[in-house]
């Protein structure tokens, strides 16, 4: 752009129609402060905007700190193998069955539970993370849960169910009971809404399932079509819930159905047409903050961004998903206990090791959903792996 003559300045022409040369001036320098003053206009609102998204995602945000509940026997810290440590963090889904869109599986007026458990392990090297789901039938021995004070709330309890702990304690009760049991320290904690979670897969415009066979499910009320499909927020949640008609109508089914749909949300809300999209991208972090409750130390917006750009160069295929070791309890088949195999993953995890072939065995990535992306053959390994999906409600 050339720059404006200075006053008084212009040509024979102009001097003789001095009148229209002092016009025209005017008008430029009307142009520059206007333009000049649009641009002052616009930073300010894009810099306020930026403070008051800030503050609006920030007030979204529930915090709670949980550590005096946590007890004094907690799991030493693992020390880095590198110039980083590695981060635990105890993911509960939450389920109010009085609040609006959570009264799901039919039931109702029973306050909060937990039906979802997944340790997100981001290893040191910042190339893994591991999911680790557990069963919420698990039979396990429950340490006492306490109160912020540290003071006895509900006694220790043998064979109890593993989700007992978020209803008689919330999430202080289930990290504790998870670190006990697990030797492995929990650096952070995330309790997720499932009205929430609704929210968030439509900000993103749906998430990518596949069915084997459609669901007229009449106890949960749930009917859902077979094939491939782009699942609505109502749809998901139905989906993520449903055991009754899909698979073999097991919990650990339900489990898996649960780590292939949060691979496949993992996989379109980092996809272009996310991240590029300015719309949805807002509308996923309003709905995501709105429907979590964690810990101080990744309690606010800067803190999370920070988390999440440490693990930024993490591919698809190294985001992992697996389930904790398990068999029937030998004295109730509708409840499973740990394998000795179980203790090898959370030592795996507790120094920070790579997931070898036998532990990541039946594991689903955020870069192959199946019947949504495309896997690459792999001979006998891959048909056991359909075989598998086929038999928890997951297309092949």
């Known amino acids: 752009m050339s720059a404006l003559p200075p006053d008084g300045a212009g040509t024979p022409d102009d001097d003789a129609a001095g009148g229209k040369r002092k016009g025209r001036t005017k008008t430029h320098h009307t142009v520059a402060k206007a333009v000049g003053a649009t641009m002052v206009v616009i930073a300010l609102v894009t810099g306020l905007s930026v403070v008051f998204l800030y503050r609006h995602y920030n007030g979204n945000l529930n915090v709670k700190d949980i550590s005096g509940e946590l007890g004094?026997?907690?799991?030493?810290?693992?020390?880095?193998?590198?110039?980083?440590?590695?981060?635990?963090?105890?993911?509960m889904g939450s389920d109010n069955r009085d609040a609006p869109g959570d009264h799901i599986d039919n039931l109702t007026g029973i306050g909060k539970r937990s039906d979802t458990t997944i340790l997100l392990h981001l290893s040191g090297d910042r190339e893994h993370a591991y999911g680790v789901s557990i069963p919420r039938d698990s039979i396990v021995n429950r340490p006492a849960c306490l109160n912020d004070s540290g003071k006895e709330i509900s006694p220790p309890a043998t064979g109890a169910m593993w989700n007992e702990a978020?209803?008689?304690?919330?999430?202080?009760?289930?990290?504790?009971?998870?670190?006990?049991?697990?030797?492995?320290?929990?650096?952070?904690?995330?309790?997720?809404?499932?009205?929430?979670?609704?929210?968030?897969?439509?900000?993103?415009?749906?998430?990518?399932?596949?069915?084997?066979?459609?669901?007229?499910?009449?106890?949960?009320?749930?009917?859902?079509?077979?094939?491939?499909?782009?699942?609505?927020?109502?749809?998901?949640?139905?989906?993520?819930?449903?055991?009754?008609?899909?698979?073999?109508?097991?919990?650990?089914?339900?489990?898996?159905?649960?780590?292939?749909?949060?691979?496949?949300?993992?996989?379109?809300?980092?996809?272009?047409?996310?991240l590029?999209?300015?719309?949805?991208?807002?509308?996923?972090?309003?709905?995501?903050?709105?429907?979590?409750?964690?810990?101080?130390?990744?309690?606010?917006?800067?803190?999370?961004?920070?988390?999440?750009?440490?693990?930024?160069?993490?591919?698809?295929?190294?985001?992992?998903?697996?389930?904790?070791?398990?068999?029937?309890?030998?004295?109730?088949?509708?409840?499973?206990?740990?394998?000795?195999?179980?203790?090898?993953?959370?030592?795996?995890?507790?120094?920070?090791?790579?997931?070898?072939?036998?532990?990541?065995s039946g594991s689903l990535s955020a870069q192959h959903i199946p019947g949504v992306t495309k896997h690459p053959k792999n001979g006998q390994q891959e048909q056991a792996a359909a075989a598998d999906n086929l038999a928890n409600g997951l297309c092949a």
């Open 72 to 91: 004094s026997d907690r799991p030493t810290p693992q020390a880095p193998k590198g110039p980083h440590g590695p981060i635990n963090i105890l993911i």
């Open 166 to 274: 978020f209803n008689i304690g919330g999430p202080g009760c289930t990290v504790r009971q998870f670190e006990q049991l697990t030797g492995v320290r929990v650096d952070h904690y995330v309790v997720v809404d499932f009205n929430g979670f609704k929210s968030m897969v439509d900000a993103i415009g749906g998430v990518e399932v596949c069915i084997p066979h459609a669901v007229n499910d009449p106890i949960g009320h749930i009917t859902l079509p077979a094939g491939t499909h782009k699942f609505s927020g109502d749809q998901a949640l139905n989906y993520v819930r449903e055991r009754h008609s899909l698979g073999n109508g097991s919990d650990i089914g339900r489990m898996k159905r649960q780590q292939a749909f949060i691979a496949s949300m993992a996989h379109q809300a980092i996809s272009a047409d996310t």
């Open 276 to 360: 590029a999209n300015p719309i949805h991208l807002a509308r996923f972090i309003d709905a995501a903050t709105k429907s979590l409750t964690l810990d101080p130390d990744i309690g606010s917006i800067s803190k999370l961004v920070g988390l999440a750009y440490q693990f930024r160069h993490i591919g698809l295929e190294h985001i992992q998903f697996v389930t904790t070791p398990w068999e029937p309890d030998p004295s109730d088949p509708n409840r499973v206990v740990w394998k000795p195999e179980a203790q090898q993953v959370w030592d795996a995890i507790k120094n920070d090791d790579v997931l070898n072939k036998a532990m990541l």
